[in-house]
């Protein structure tokens, strides 16, 4: 999906598809108006462009999750890393840690994520 990342209006609307799919276009189109101000019109732009984008279906006026949130993070951490890093996981997380240290807690649930990795090898 995302060659791009969704702009903050974009994402508020995805977060509102997250929180209510199944949802009726109808629904989606009061929900938007009263959460966003927006229009029918617009409503129906940004969800094509969703839909385009690969996050959501609009089959038979409903509106369903093609992408999860979970999904969409993952995507989007995995561009920052390769855009940024050369999609070098150790640099990354050289570059975060280098201003602030982990704490014993974190560096234990980076350490249990390493193990579950290599038990899946």
């Known amino acids: 999906m995302s060659e791009k990342k969704l702009g903050t209006v974009e994402l508020k ?5 997250w929180a209510n799919a199944p949802i009726s ?11 966003l101000g927006w229009k029918k019109s617009t409503t129906y732009t940004v969800l094509k462009k969703h839909c385009d984008r690969g996050l959501f ?8 999750v093609v992408k999860t949130r979970a999904d969409y993070d993952r995507e989007q951490s995995a561009q920052f ?3 940024s890093f050369g999609g070098s996981l150790p640099a990354f997380l050289a570059a975060f840690t280098s ?5 014993p807690e974190e560096a234990e649930e980076i350490r249990e994520m390493i193990d579950t990795f290599r038990e899946k090898e």
């Open 13 to 17: 609307f995805a977060e509102l598809v």
């Open 25 to 35: 276009s109808t629904a989606l189109v009061r929900l938007c108006s009263k959460e």
């Open 57 to 64: 279906k609009n089959e038979d006026a409903i509106v369903y």
């Open 81 to 83: 890393v390769e855009e």
């Open 99 to 103: 201003g602030k240290p982990l704490t």
